[in-house]
């Protein structure tokens, strides 16, 4: 956004991986780089199960829905906890919403 405000990240938000950033696994949790800040950042395990899923197609919403139900979790709990971290990635630059 040309203000510098951040998105707000809604179910309806399509999350997609910023071009910038390089990935790698280690003992299934993700390592990012961030070429653009020339940040490192850690993402634990279920992050990481979210990154996985960002492939700029599915909404939040629909990432929500497909944890929920792998982990046999609640709806809203699920939610909250995908909305704020994709918020987060967008914060740091690793992710853009449309």
């Given at each position: 956004?040309?203000?510098?405000?951040?998105?707000?990240?809604?179910?309806?938000?399509?999350?997609?991986?910023?071009?910038?950033?390089?990935?790698?696994l280690?003992?299934?949790?993700?390592?990012?780089?961030?070429?653009?800040?020339?940040?490192?950042?850690?993402?634990?395990r279920?992050?990481?199960?979210?990154?996985?899923?960002?492939?700029?197609?599915a909404?939040?919403?629909?990432?929500?829905?497909?944890?929920?139900?792998?982990?046999?979790?609640?709806?809203?709990t699920?939610?909250?906890?995908?909305?704020?971290?994709?918020?987060?990635?967008?914060?740091k630059?690793?992710?853009?919403?449309?």
């Amino acid at each position: 956004m040309s203000d510098g405000s951040v998105p707000v990240v809604t179910p309806d938000s399509r999350p997609c991986r910023a071009e910038t950033v390089i990935e790698a696994l280690i003992d299934d949790e993700a390592v990012l780089y961030d070429e653009a800040g020339e940040n490192l950042h850690h993402l634990d395990r279920i992050a990481t199960v979210v990154w996985q899923l960002i492939d700029g197609q599915a909404t939040a919403g629909a990432i929500t829905d497909d944890l929920a139900e792998a982990f046999n979790a609640d709806h809203l709990t699920v939610q909250a906890d995908v909305l704020n971290l994709l918020a987060d990635l967008v914060e740091k630059g690793l992710v853009t919403v449309a």
